[in-house]
């Protein structure tokens, strides 16, 4: 028995260490310690030996996720929907995850972010940002900050993360340059007007110029300027440069323009880039095999002859790949540089040396809308299994050797990639992702994703629902959803004008926030725009300069269109914390406001009871009214919820046709 005893013990100690390996994810760091074997592009970058410094730009803070701890922005922000050459899919969501898994949603992109999408003030997931960018041999990011849009346009945004990152970048003696991209605010934003221009930049310089988190050169904070389209003329420029240098102190200004002689003049420039390999797309082939070399080659070195006359220095802009056909209609060629296994990237650089650059700019370090991202991913362009090919291949261009970064902490992920980097489940992950159950009589015929977490149990939630109806009428104690101010509601659930709806949700009173999902059915005329806003522990948040409440964002999730010309939505409430008071959920009407038909409301939250059945792959429907909304979810051995599957007549007869 004493030897059994040590066995026993040795087999926790060691599922402990196992266990603690995966939740660190050390397990993934093991895994992908090392690139692909037999990389032909990262055998032939590290033979390049790159000795000029290798910036990159684009680094992008406007993500916002409704996950993680305390996102600075609690909602789906620039991760959007799945398009395809600007046309929209309804059926392909951020809530909706592409078949066959449990962790990819749909995003606009034809990579998927290592970390899932993200919010980009998360503390450590910024770490990970500036760890992994070093790491990658990149001399600096440049973090792309922009004007307001919803008043003056004097101040930055947002200025809370970007002090974030300087303190960090200072803490890992890391620091970042910025990257003012002003070029997209034009009229009717008055950001480009040049008095409004020269506060805000002046303002930023002069309270934060000497952070040592802002990358300096000759002792002067790196400012990125970027007027490719000219909005700003070089008098202009030049007033512009001189006034903030004159408010703030002397600036390492680089100017992205095209060469010309009156802008790379201007005394105060230090740096200029012009002319990049992005041309292609706009010149035949557009974007394809084989591109004009020879042309770009000619137009990098002309203008480096014209920086070197001014004594400027002079950098190369360079995109590893890129492609826009998730995020914009079609341009000639499809808006595509085929990234051709990374050689892309590496032809560029060999190209851009033979013009004798100070520097390389490489663009873009998270831009996943246009799929020219450095960062680590899954399923880009020229993925061979590795996520970190490209800071692979950049750091051994540079004669460097690429070393992962530790993950960020769980908990500041999206739920829904955890399992998949951290290999096991812990409390707050997303649980078991089943597909669509199919009712085929008295049994629930159910299919799960493979790649995630197994379930433990299965349960049916019907009678613990919040279900709310206008024909509710009548006060029953058992209600968990009701309805504060009926005189606003006609009895057949019409909604109309400038009226509202304060709903408040007794039954639904929780002691900390939680994800509640919501089922709405209504009818909703074309113009008119159904807002709905609920109670979350920080109400009010910023979007550039506006102020928002939080709302369901009806577009990103699970809708089906009904033979009434209704629809039926189901989404989540992120971190909701009803109070059980009025303004729990508030309904109002905006765009032409002409009436709409509210036919049912249903809330589910993961501590509701129900039936509870052993997950098997058929399930017998045991005192189940399929007239009657329903809701179908698994549990992990860690007590977490799947994704939650709302079943009602209306959805299960469209799905059947």
């Keep these: 028995m004493k030897y059994f005893g040590r066995v026993f013990f040795i087999f926790l100690l060691l599922s402990a260490v196992t266990y603690s390996a995966m939740a660190d994810g050390e397990t993934h760091l093991i895994k992908y310690a090392e690139g692909m074997p037999g990389d032909k592009t990262l055998e032939r970058a590290a033979t390049m030996q790159v000795k000029i410094p290798v910036m990159c730009r684009e680094w992008h803070i406007w993500w916002g996720a409704p996950v993680g701890v305390n996102p600075h922005i609690p909602r789906w922000q620039h991760w959007n929907n799945l398009n395809y050459y600007g046309q929209y899919d309804p059926q392909k969501t951020l809530e909706q995850?592409?078949?066959?898994?449990?962790?990819?949603?749909?995003?606009?992109?034809?990579?998927?972010?290592?970390?899932?999408?993200?919010?980009?003030?998360?503390?450590?997931?910024?770490?990970?940002?500036?760890?992994?960018?070093?790491?990658?041999?990149?001399?600096?990011?440049?973090?792309?900050l922009w004007p307001s849009i919803s008043d003056e346009g004097i101040d930055f945004t947002p200025l809370p993360v970007f002090e974030q990152i300087l303190d960090t970048a200072a803490a890992m003696k890391y620091p970042v340059a910025v990257h003012d991209e002003i070029q997209f605010r034009r009229p009717p934003f008055k950001a480009q007007l040049l008095d409004n221009s020269i506060k805000r930049a002046a303002m930023l310089v002069k309270r934060y110029g000497g952070h040592p988190g802002w990358y300096k050169i000759d002792n002067m904070p790196v400012y990125y300027f970027q007027n490719w389209s000219a909005w700003l003329k070089p008098a202009d420029m030049q007033t512009f440069f001189?006034?903030?240098?004159?408010?703030?102190?002397?600036?390492?200004?680089?100017?992205?323009?095209?060469?010309?002689?009156?802008?790379?003049?201007?005394?105060?420039?230090?740096?200029?880039?012009?002319?990049?390999?992005?041309?292609?797309?706009?010149?035949?082939?557009?974007?394809q095999n084989p591109h004009p070399w020879n042309d770009m080659i000619a137009h990098i070195e002309k203008a480096g002859k014209l920086a070197r006359k001014y004594n400027k220095k002079y950098g190369v802009l360079i995109f590893a790949k890129f492609n826009q056909t998730h995020a914009r209609k079609t341009m000639p060629g499809g808006g595509v540089i085929p990234a051709d296994e990374g050689n892309f990237l590496l032809d560029s650089v060999e190209k851009s040396l033979q013009c004798k650059p100070d520097f390389l700019l490489l663009t873009q370090w998270n831009d996943f809308e246009e799929c020219g991202f450095i960062e680590p991913a899954w399923d880009f362009d020229g993925f061979n299994g590795d996520p970190y090919r490209y800071c692979r291949i950049v750091a051994a261009m540079t004669g460097k050797k690429f070393t992962l970064a530790k993950l960020p902490d769980?908990?500041?992920?999206?739920?829904?990639?955890?399992?998949?980097?951290?290999?096991?489940?812990?409390p707050g992950d997303m649980g078991p992702v089943a597909h669509y159950p199919v009712i085929n009589g008295t049994k629930l015929n159910m299919t799960w994703a493979p790649d995630g977490p197994p379930p433990t149990e299965v349960r049916l939630v019907q009678n613990e629902l919040a279900v709310w109806q206008?024909?509710?009428?009548?006060?029953?104690?058992?209600?968990?959803?009701?309805?504060?101010?009926?005189?606003?509601?006609?009895?057949?659930?019409?909604?109309?004008?400038?009226?509202?709806?304060?709903?408040?949700?007794?039954?639904?009173?929780?002691?900390?926030?939680?994800?509640?999902?919501?089922?709405?059915?209504?009818?909703?005329?074309?113009?008119?725009?159904?807002?709905?806003?609920?109670?979350?522990?920080?109400?009010?948040?910023?979007?550039?300069?506006?102020?928002?409440?939080?709302?369901v964002q009806l577009d990103k999730g699970f809708s089906w269109s009904l033979p009434d010309k209704s629809k039926y939505y189901w989404l989540p409430l992120y971190s909701a914390g009803f109070t059980g008071a009025e303004?729990?959920?508030?309904?109002?009407?905006?765009?032409?406001?002409?009436?709409?038909?509210?036919?049912?409301?249903?809330?589910?939250?993961?501590?509701?009871?129900?039936?509870?059945?052993?997950?098997?792959?058929?399930?017998?429907?045991?005192?189940?009214d399929i007239t009657r909304p329903l809701v179908v979810v698994g549990y992990d051995k860690a007590g977490n919820a799947g994704q939650p599957l709302l079943i009602s007549q209306d959805i299960t007869s469209v799905k059947k046709q």
């Design 97 to 144: 995850l592409v078949p066959g898994t449990s962790w990819r949603r749909w995003i606009m992109s034809n990579g998927y972010p290592l970390l899932g999408p993200y919010d980009a003030a998360q503390p450590d997931i910024i770490r990970w940002q500036l760890e992994t960018a070093r790491n990658a041999g990149l001399e600096c990011l440049h973090i792309h």
């Design 242 to 287: 001189a006034e903030v240098e004159k408010q703030a102190g002397p600036v390492y200004w680089m100017v992205e323009q095209g060469d010309s002689d009156e802008v790379f003049r201007i005394p105060q420039v230090k740096a200029v880039l012009s002319h990049n390999n992005a041309w292609f797309l706009h010149v035949p082939p557009y974007g």
């Design 410 to 426: 769980r908990n500041q992920l999206d739920p829904y990639i955890r399992f998949k980097l951290f290999g096991d489940s812990a």
């Design 470 to 551: 206008p024909e509710m009428y009548v006060y029953h104690p058992d209600q968990k959803l009701r309805l504060g101010n009926w005189s606003h509601l006609e009895r057949n659930g019409e909604l109309s004008g400038n009226r509202e709806l304060r709903f408040y949700a007794p039954g639904l009173v929780a002691t900390t926030p939680q994800i509640i999902w919501i089922g709405i059915k209504a009818f909703i005329p074309e113009g008119t725009q159904m807002t709905v806003n609920y109670r979350g522990p920080h109400e009010y948040f910023r979007i550039d300069s506006r102020w928002e409440l939080r709302q």
């Design 583 to 624: 303004g729990d959920l508030l309904i109002r009407l905006g765009g032409k406001k002409e009436p709409i038909y509210l036919r049912e409301i249903v809330l589910w939250a993961p501590w509701l009871k129900g039936a509870d059945y052993k997950p098997e792959s058929s399930l017998e429907l045991k005192g189940v």
